[in-house]
């Protein structure tokens, strides 16, 4: 199998470090030309400046993904054969708490922008076809406390690319989901090191945290033509998470 993606032109949103990095890093590795796109011009290109000195092929471009005219910009000026629409947030707080413009800043970016990346690549990859590989959770798929916004928007999520998958696929346009399960960062080592943190790690089928290479392989299986006959996939990479009574 040839998970190269050699020659092809990759875009990866909210790429200005944590996953997004990653994910941008190793689609470089793999042969891409990658742009890093993000809302801080400064910090998408300090890591774009990363992988070139790392001997990648890298540059960086300046993305809201709420902000239609932005993600339109983006796309008139470029045209891509991988998308991977990475960029969103999270707020982790008691549903009967949050206030309704927490949970609509929530979706305005974890769904709706990505629903706008991801018409705004297909208009320009009807004529050729390509991969749009959006980035969900298994929240997505089954929830847990105080994370009514980020589920619901990750639900939507997995749904929006088999719904966009069907419409898409007379274009060769292959559209899939990637639903990561708790992958360690330095964002959450903290909560990891605790009690409470260590309580969930031994609930995890295969007793330890995800990495962030945990996810290349099937990053890679999407994003290249080694997964030409697959669209409206989901795939988990999650340590056994969603079939476990965790």
């Not at 793999?30 to 774009?48: F, H, N, P, S």
């Not at 993600?71 to 707080?93: E, P």
């Not at 605790?194 to 996810?215: C, E, F, K, W, Y």
Request: aromatic share 4%; charged share 20%; net charge negative.
């Amino acid at each position: 199998m040839d998970l190269s993606v050699n020659g092809k032109r990759a875009l990866v949103t909210g790429a200005s470090g944590g996953l997004g990095l990653h994910f941008a890093g190793v689609l470089a590795e793999a042969g891409a030309e990658v742009t890093l796109a993000a809302r801080r011009e400064d910090k998408v290109a300090r890591a774009a400046e990363d992988l070139r000195q790392r001997g990648l092929t890298a540059d960086a471009a300046t993305l809201d993904v709420t902000d239609p005219d932005s993600v339109t910009a983006l796309f008139d000026a470029q045209s891509f054969d991988i998308v991977v629409n990475n960029a969103g947030i999270a707020d982790s707080q008691p549903a009967l708490e949050m206030a309704a413009a927490d949970f609509e800043r929530v979706l305005a970016t974890n769904l709706t922008g990505v629903f706008t990346v991801a018409q705004a690549a297909a208009r320009t990859m009807q004529d050729r076809g390509g991969s749009i590989v959006n980035i969900a959770s298994i929240l997505g798929l089954r929830v847990s406390g105080h994370v009514a916004a980020y589920a619901a928007s990750k639900a939507g999520v997995v749904q929006l690319t088999k719904a966009l998958a069907l419409e898409w696929a007379r274009h060769d346009i292959r559209v899939n989901a990637l639903c990561p399960g708790y992958i360690e960062t330095p964002i959450n080592a903290g909560f990891f090191a605790t009690d409470a943190g260590r309580a969930v790690i031994r609930r995890i089928p295969q007793r330890r945290l995800g990495t962030p290479g945990d996810l290349d392989g099937a990053l890679l299986l999407l994003a290249s033509d080694a997964s030409a006959y697959m669209t409206g996939s989901v795939i988990a990479v999650d340590g056994g998470h969603l079939v476990s009574g965790l």
